[in-house]
């Protein structure tokens, strides 16, 4: 089995929602926590948590994940990225995902490392008709690239700089893949989370 560490990015300002959007209510409990309840923790030699919020760190202290405090989340996305890699100690790759995702499944997660499995020296992401998403996993030989990325740039300038270095994992559900960013996708999430559970 690859060794490989995930990295939640939970640190984010959440300027467009106005307030924390992982403590938001959802079902019976958080954001943060739908995430980190059904987190395929098995899969992966270590989950690093980076987040900001001292909130957010005490709720994920009760799940089995390294935190990673980010002091400076206005620094920019690459802050994060490298507050998460000081805690990896994965031989063969990284896999980063955010944390306002709560419909992935454990399937998606399995799916990707699978599909890095076989093919690890290849950054691998799911994309949906031709539309990257997130998580994405980087293999070791990047992670000097991702500890040089600065301000707000973010993984995904590899993907320019190493074209022939990326394989897309085709999915067919964007709603698996949805994520929180204003009020209205919020109460998108929301209405979804009720159907699916109703």
């Known amino acids: ?38 987190f395929p923790y098995h899969l992966f030699q270590k989950v690093i948590l980076v987040t900001g919020d001292e ?11 390294t935190i990673s405090y980010n002091h400076n989340p206005a620094s920019g996305k690459s802050g994060s990225i490298h507050c998460g890699l000081a805690e990896s100690t994965a031989r063969d790759g990284v896999m980063f995902t955010v944390a306002d ?9 399995r799916t990707i ?17 031709g539309v990257p998403r ?14 040089e990325l600065r301000g707000d740039s973010g993984g995904r300038t590899l993907f320019d700089q190493y074209p ?22 919020y109460q998108d999430v929301v209405s979804r989370w009720k159907t699916i559970r109703s």
């Open 55 to 65: 909130q957010i760190g005490k709720i994920a202290h009760t799940y089995d994940v």
């Open 164 to 185: 022939d270095k990326t394989l897309a994992v085709p999915f067919d559900s964007a709603d698996d893949f949805m994520d929180i960013d204003t009020p209205q996708t």
């Open 101 to 109: 995702q709560p419909f992935l499944t454990q399937d998606i997660f």
């Open 1 to 38: 089995m690859s060794s490989v560490d995930a990295i939640i990015l939970a640190s984010g300002l959440s300027r467009r929602m106005g307030s924390n959007k992982l403590l938001l209510p959802l079902g019976d409990s958080t954001v943060i926590d739908q995430l980190l309840q059904t």
């Open 134 to 147: 997130n998580p994405v996993i980087f293999p070791a030989v990047f992670l000097n690239d991702l500890e």
């Open 113 to 129: 490392l699978e599909y890095f499995r076989q093919n690890n020296q290849t950054i691998v992401y799911p994309e949906v008709n």
